[in-house]
């Protein structure tokens, strides 16, 4: 049983390394916060889909689920998707591939709750950043 007073950090290869001060996921008692996640190779750690966002959003959560497995959970134990886009041009082709994932990845069919705001991120070829709040096993 996890001690709800520790915090752990949860590190896995199959997601990017986090490049700056912060973890990949982190995980208290039954919450797993995910740190936000763009469209990078873990195996290169170059960033894949320039200026086409249906790439970056698969890859971008496929980066999220790595980090969620990695720390117990899954997509269907998520409570919270925070998904930043660059463009709202780009919002619809980002739902698009979005709905798909939840399809595959959440049987159950109890969609998690989910925000969506338009910002300027850390880097250029950035067109989506997503986080992700779960409870954990």
Partial sequence: MTDPT????VRTDA???PAHTFSQ????GGLLQVSGQGAVDPATGEYIGAGDVRVQTRRT???VRAVLEAGGAGVEDVLMFRVYLTSRDDFAAMNEVYGEFLV???PSGALPARTTVFVDLPHEVMLVEIDALAVAG
């Fill in 6 to 9: 520790t915090k752990t950090v």
């Fill in 15 to 17: 997601a990017p390394a």
């Fill in 25 to 28: 996921g982190v995980r208290k």
């Fill in 61 to 63: 959560l496929d980066n």
């Fill in 104 to 106: 595959e990845h959440v």
